[in-house]
């Protein structure tokens, strides 16, 4: 079993950058790929970004490409979401998650999910 607490969300104008953590419970994070998906309201969860085992391979929603960069940290058991140039439409809750499969193709499921953070973008 693995645990994920996000944390990092808030309140930010347009324009603006947030970074997110996740903080994993285990020590084996590198044997997972880690995941960040978003939840709009009234719509249905989404992939936002995707991260290897190791770090070297990262994958992107079309939305986010080129403004957010996925990156992990092992040793500290924590990856993260680097948010910049941030916009109304990235306005939901960001859930962390971790998969054991070996891929970072777009998906929507995963095997351990983290509680979210809710970021507000203001236009």
């Known amino acids: 079993q693995v645990q994920l607490v996000e944390s990092g969300g808030g309140l930010v104008q347009a324009g603006g950058s947030l970074r997110l953590s996740c903080a994993a419970s285990?020590?084996?994070?590198?044997?997972?790929?880690m995941y960040w998906f978003r939840q709009a309201p009234e719509k249905e969860r989404e992939f936002v970004a995707a991260i290897s085992w190791s770090g070297s391979r990262t994958n992107y929603a079309d939305s986010v490409k080129g403004r957010f960069t996925i990156s992990r940290d092992n040793a500290k058991n924590t990856v993260y979401l680097q948010m910049n140039s941030l916009k109304s439409e990235d306005t939901a809750v960001y859930y962390c998650?971790?998969?054991?499969?070996?891929?970072?193709?777009?998906?929507?499921?995963?095997?351990?999910w983290g509680q979210g953070t809710q970021v507000t973008v203001s236009s």
């Open positions: 285990t020590r084996a994070l590198n044997t997972y790929t």
């Open positions: 998650a971790a998969d054991g499969r070996r891929t970072i193709a777009i998906t929507t499921k995963a095997d351990y």
